[in-house]
């Protein structure tokens, strides 16, 4: 594989070097690895030309799989623990002589790009494959480089995937036949044991979480987007809470969809494509993607017919966690290259399950802390592997899984942005109205917009506030599109009581989550739901 090295130590150099040129495909184009995708049965052309392909038994992350190597220049940052499970450097050293056994005589596809728009934060990666469809996915996910640019290309970060090696847990130190395993000293990631194409943009993800903060730039797990007047909002939320649909507004230009930095200069997106969760898609409530599902696309687990090739959204057969991966030029109107202002506008996502949070609700900067840190949402099916039905969680900055230092040192940037920039923030419920999970309905995707558009617009402010008695959240009184009653949850809840004691639970879980926090403000603690 000529020409691929990492920064990395001279062994691991060596060894990659030592993979056969005539092995490796390099940078191709979109043809041409839809081309070898299909010639090699990894997949079907969809009837709008998208390209079909099937996990297996991963069709979503493996948080459980995922490991950092315990190292000198990480060992005093990292938050350890069972989000970041430690690996020795000699674990990692053998899986990676195992993967270059492995890769030896494959068939090999490369890519090489960039994670961040910014061109002063951007960071070079390459990113090896065995499987065609994967190398398309991460072409059309992170940032291309032009014909100049790739002549000086040179990847400060290397991932292998290699979905058809599998760990010996016994032997190896993993915990499943699958692994996720970065290494900062070796510049390195190690994915194999899944085909969920997922893993690859997550773990770049992680890395930047890792060191942007230490060039004093806020990475964020969230989308974004802008109005014609320049103002930028952002959109915090876990996979499902609705990043994706909600940023992608027709009368507004998506920067990104999922991750973003925050410098000094403003926002900028992480990367150069979109992932967006497509069970239930219609062509009517989420034009632009729909629109963006077109030859060069990737359509993850989605079922499509036999026959005629066209594609069934509602079939969760095999996941509920289906997916379409698309460069974020096939959105019309997308911001390119990702950057912009200082946001304005920050609004956290959460789909409660429970139901008892209200659909919209403005936070104090105290209680937007709390929020933060809190991350609560409800996980929903199909997101990892083993999840059901919703399951109430808290993950920290709304990325706990892909967060490798602690919780403050993202909170506290958080925290000085929305001073520094007089930033409102706002909470809104995606999830269920009228009751939890089973009971109640999920809320109208119509109404969020609604919402969303009077947060952004400011129309929300025109009206007055009331505070949740238990959260303490400002609810308001009106928004144009929205039914009044739907505002406050209790409303619409046929047994008031059972509402009340939701609420109390809720926010007990909320307290108790926050208990493992430590040296954390008395005003932000204080910003909690009142018990």
Same mark, same amino acid.
């Given at each position: 594989?000529?020409?691929?090295?990492?920064?990395?130590?001279?062994?691991?150099?060596?060894?990659?070097?030592?993979?056969?040129?005539?092995?490796?495909?390099?940078?191709?184009?979109?043809?041409?690895?839809?081309?070898?995708?299909?010639?090699?049965?990894?997949?079907?052309?969809?009837?709008?030309?998208?390209?079909?392909?099937?996990?297996?038994?991963?069709?979503?992350?493996?948080?459980?799989?995922?490991?950092?190597?315990?190292?000198?220049?990480?060992?005093?940052?990292?938050?350890?623990?069972?989000?970041?499970?430690?690996?020795?450097?000699?674990?990692?050293?053998?899986?990676?002589?195992?993967?270059?056994?492995?890769?030896?005589?494959?068939?090999?596809?490369?890519?090489?790009?960039?994670?961040?728009?910014?061109?002063?934060?951007?960071?070079?990666?390459?990113?090896?494959?065995?499987?065609?469809?994967?190398?398309?996915?991460?072409?059309?996910?992170?940032?291309?480089?032009?014909?100049?640019?790739?002549?000086?290309?040179?990847?400060?970060?290397?991932?292998?995937?290699?979905?058809?090696?599998?760990?010996?847990?016994?032997?190896?130190?993993?915990?499943?036949?699958?692994?996720?395993?970065?290494?900062?000293?070796?510049?390195?990631?190690?994915?194999?044991?899944?085909?969920? @194409? $997922?893993?690859? !943009?997550?773990? =770049? %993800?992680?890395?930047?979480?890792?060191?942007?903060?230490?060039?004093? &730039?806020?990475?964020?797990?969230?989308?974004?987007?802008?109005?014609?007047?320049?103002?930028?909002?952002?959109?915090?939320?876990?996979?499902?809470?609705?990043?994706?649909?909600?940023?992608?507004?027709?009368?507004?230009?998506?920067?990104?969809?999922?991750?973003?930095?925050?410098?000094?200069?403003?926002?900028?997106?992480?990367?150069?494509?979109?992932?967006?969760?497509?069970?239930?898609?219609?062509?009517?409530?989420?034009?632009?993607?729909?629109?963006?599902?077109?030859?060069?696309?990737?359509?993850?687990?989605?079922?499509?017919?036999?026959?005629?090739?066209?594609?069934?959204?509602?079939?969760?057969?095999?996941?509920?966690?289906?997916?379409?991966?698309?460069?974020?030029?096939?959105?019309?109107?997308?911001?390119?290259?990702?950057? @912009? $202002?200082?946001? !304005?506008?920050? =609004? %956290?996502?959460?789909?409660?399950?429970?139901?008892?949070?209200?659909? &919209?609700?403005?936070?104090?900067?105290?209680?937007?802390?709390?929020?933060?840190?809190?991350?609560?949402?409800?996980?929903?099916?199909?997101?990892?592997?083993?999840?059901?039905?919703?399951?109430?969680?808290?993950?920290?900055?709304?990325?706990?899984?892909?967060?490798?230092?602690?919780?403050?040192?993202?909170?506290?940037?958080?925290?000085?942005?929305?001073?520094?920039?007089?930033?409102?923030?706002?909470?809104?419920?995606?999830?269920?109205?009228?009751?939890?999970?089973?009971?109640?309905?999920?809320?109208?995707?119509?109404?969020?917009?609604?919402?969303?558009?009077?947060?952004?617009?400011?129309?929300?402010?025109?009206?007055?506030?009331?505070?949740?008695?238990?959260?303490?959240?400002?609810?308001?009184?009106?928004?144009?599109?929205?039914?009044?009653?739907?505002?406050?949850?209790?409303?619409?809840?046929?047994?008031?009581?059972?509402?009340?004691?939701?609420?109390?639970?809720?926010?007990?879980?909320?307290?108790?989550?926050?208990?493992?926090?430590?040296?954390?403000?008395?005003?932000?603690?204080?910003?909690?739901?009142?018990?």
């Amino acid at each position: 594989m000529g020409g691929i090295t990492v920064n990395a130590n001279r062994k691991m150099n060596t060894r990659m070097a030592s993979l056969h040129v005539e092995t490796s495909r390099r940078n191709l184009p979109v043809v041409k690895l839809v081309e070898a995708a299909l010639s090699q049965g990894e997949g079907k052309l969809s009837s709008a030309g998208a390209l079909q392909v099937l996990t297996g038994k991963y069709t979503g992350r493996s948080p459980k799989d995922k490991f950092i190597v315990r190292e000198s220049e990480t060992e005093d940052h990292i938050a350890w623990g069972g989000v970041n499970q430690a690996l020795t450097p000699e674990q990692f050293d053998s899986l990676y002589e195992k993967m270059m056994n492995y890769m030896e005589y494959r068939r090999l596809f490369v890519f090489d790009g960039y994670a961040g728009a910014d061109p002063d934060y951007r960071l070079p990666i390459r990113i090896v494959n065995e499987h065609a469809w994967q190398s398309l996915f991460v072409r059309q996910l992170f940032i291309r480089p032009s014909a100049a640019e790739l002549q000086s290309h040179e990847p400060e970060f290397t991932v292998l995937a290699m979905p058809g090696l599998k760990a010996d847990p016994f032997t190896d130190g993993t915990n499943s036949e699958t692994f996720i395993a970065i290494s900062f000293a070796r510049r390195t990631v190690l994915i194999g044991g899944t085909h969920y @194409a $997922g893993e690859m !943009k997550k773990s =770049i %993800f992680s890395v930047l979480n890792y060191l942007l903060p230490f060039r004093g &730039v806020m990475p964020m797990h969230c989308s974004a987007n802008i109005g014609e007047a320049g103002d930028t909002a952002l959109f915090f939320g876990l996979s499902g809470t609705g990043k994706t649909t909600l940023s992608a507004d027709p009368n507004r230009r998506l920067i990104g969809d999922d991750e973003h930095g925050w410098s000094d200069k403003g926002v900028f997106n992480f990367e150069g494509g979109c992932y967006a969760k497509c069970i239930g898609l219609t062509q009517t409530n989420e034009p632009q993607i729909w629109n963006a599902i077109r030859f060069g696309s990737v359509l993850e687990n989605v079922s499509i017919d036999a026959v005629s090739g066209e594609a069934d959204y509602n079939d969760k057969a095999l996941t509920e966690n289906t997916r379409a991966a698309y460069p974020i030029d096939y959105i019309q109107g997308a911001v390119i290259p990702g950057v @912009a $202002g200082h946001p !304005k506008v920050i =609004i %956290f996502l959460t789909a409660d399950a429970s139901g008892v949070l209200p659909p &919209v609700s403005k936070l104090t900067k105290e209680q937007a802390m709390y929020h933060f840190l809190s991350g609560y949402t409800s996980k929903l099916a199909g997101t990892e592997r083993g999840v059901t039905e919703p399951e109430a969680t808290f993950s920290a900055c709304f990325g706990a899984p892909f967060l490798p230092l602690q919780p403050n040192v993202y909170a506290e940037m958080l925290g000085n942005n929305i001073t520094k920039h007089d930033t409102r923030v706002y909470l809104v419920n995606t999830g269920w109205s009228g009751g939890p999970y089973g009971i109640g309905q999920r809320m109208n995707l119509s109404y969020t917009r609604a919402m969303i558009t009077a947060i952004i617009n400011g129309s929300i402010e025109n009206t007055s506030f009331i505070p949740q008695p238990v959260f303490g959240v400002w609810i308001p009184a009106a928004i144009s599109g929205v039914p009044e009653e739907l505002l406050d949850p209790r409303n619409v809840w046929t047994d008031k009581d059972a509402y009340d004691r939701g609420a109390r639970e809720l926010g007990r879980l909320f307290a108790q989550n926050f208990e493992k926090f430590r040296d954390i403000p008395d005003a932000i603690k204080l910003a909690g739901p009142r018990l």
